[in-house]
């Protein structure tokens, strides 16, 4: 008998009874076995709808100014890219790695009919088929199709082969198939007692160890649970382990998203075989008073990112990883009467990494030709997607769009 995500819900009471916790599926992928770190996709959700003319700016277009009398950035504001486009001054640290060709600018990214609510719209990029409400995601449907096969018990798989840096799942992840771990933080990532001494808390895990593993039941989800059970505290083990001998080569920024990108690196560093990081960055729905929350936050951005690649240059492991950076849609193309932008449409996307092809791609924002007062796309975000899957994950992207989608040539593999 096999079970759906809805009917797994359904038995959290028994996982809440027995003490297993999201963290806990964390138990083995089937790339483990080669020894290798494959290539990562890191996805960065910049969540509330960034505003992608203040982000790369088209500074040299007069319509930008006439539309943004206040919001507009000046000249010692910006960092210039090229004679039309720049990005905004507090990127400094990505505008470095662009000049050495490690940031590419997907300019225009969107999709047909753009949904302005935050709930639809970013429902649409997690599960990447507007057409329709789709209970499974893109990295969840790649998982069912590349990294995992069927458990013989329950039909549910648990993999590690993708994670979730925060305490709740994305719908990116959701399948019937395949269950992610949602990671906050490594300390809370340990299987909790009650002992109040070490031998107290020794004790009680060799206790669940052996219930573990005598353990029988008629119910055919019993050797699932087993399963999560002990492989939550081996992989809890090992993950504490490092926690204790991890060192980062740079200084992190002290801000969450920092943190959490230092999280992936030391999750790295234990070498689980996981192919897919997810992690937010949150607070860009700027409806007023844009100019320094929006400031603040591409500063978090960037400077988070430049450290985490840092990290890993100095570990001799940026050639193997990948970032891709999304926002549910872009801001509209003139600013409302609170010195903010409201919800719209058409944004640009970032691939950051050692193996982009640096640069433009696309073109700058067309102020003249908007629709509705929003930007027009020219880039379908799936598009996107089909070219992170087949050049940089190596899997055929119709099981997981329902179709091929023209790809960007944002990659140098």
């Known amino acids: 008998m096999a079970y759906t995500r809805r009917d797994f819900m359904k038995m959290g009471a028994l996982f809440v009874s027995i003490g297993v916790t999201a963290p806990a599926f964390i138990t083995r992928t089937a790339e483990a076995a080669t ?3 494959p290539r ?10 960034n505003d992608g003319l203040n982000t790369v700016v088209p500074y040299s277009d007069p319509k930008y100014r006439e539309l943004r009398p206040t919001l507009a950035l000046s000249e010692d504001e910006i960092l210039l890219l090229d004679d039309r486009l720049a990005f905004h001054a507090s990127m400094a640290r990505l505008h470095e790695r662009y000049a050495r060709g490690q940031v590419a600018i997907i300019e225009g990214v969107g999709y047909p009919n753009p949904n302005r609510s935050h709930f639809r719209s970013m429902e649409i990029w997690h599960t990447a088929i507007p057409e329709k409400f789709e209970p499974s995601g893109w990295i969840g449907r790649y998982l069912d199709a590349n990294c995992c096969g069927t458990a013989p018990v329950t039909g549910v798989e648990v993999s590690n082969a993708a994670i979730n840096i925060g305490n709740t799942l994305p719908l990116s992840f959701w399948t019937s198939h395949v269950l992610v771990p949602a990671i906050g933080t490594v300390n809370a990532f340990q299987f909790q007692t009650d002992g109040e001494y070490p031998d107290d808390r020794q004790n009680q895990l060799t206790a669940i160890r052996e ?15 087993r399963t999560v059970g002990r492989g939550a505290l081996e992989t809890s ?30 999750l790295m560093q234990a070498d689980l075989g996981t192919r897919i990081y997810y992690v937010a960055l949150g607070g860009f729905d700027t409806h007023s008073q844009q100019a320094r929350t929006h400031a603040t936050l591409l500063k978090t951005f960037s400077e988070g990112v430049d450290a985490f690649l840092a990290d890993l240059e100095a570990q001799g492991k940026a050639d193997d990883v990948l970032i891709l950076s999304f926002s549910e849609f872009g801001r509209r193309a003139r600013q ?3 010195n903010g932008t409201d919800h719209g449409t058409a944004a640009p996307m970032f691939a950051i990494g050692h193996q982009v ?14 629709v509705e007062g929003d930007l027009k796309y020219e880039i379908d975000f799936r598009s996107v997607y089909s070219t992170v899957l087949e050049g940089w994950l190596g899997a055929k992207p119709e099981p997981v769009l329902g179709r091929r989608f023209d790809s960007v040539p944002f990659l140098k593999v």
């Open 237 to 266: 083990e090992r993950i504490q382990q490092l926690a204790r001998t991890y060192s980062p080569r740079v200084t992190y920024p002290n801000d969450q998203f920092s943190q959490n990108l230092k999280l992936i690196a030391q």
């Open 211 to 225: 219930i573990y593993a005598r353990s029988s039941s008629p119910r055919e989800y019993d050797e699932f649970v």
């Open 35 to 37: 020894g290798t770190l």
């Open 357 to 370: 092809r640096g640069g433009i791609h696309g073109n700058a924002p067309d102020l003249v030709n908007l």
């Open 40 to 49: 990562i996709l890191i996805v960065v959700q910049l969540s509330g709808g």
């Open 336 to 338: 409302n009467g609170s």
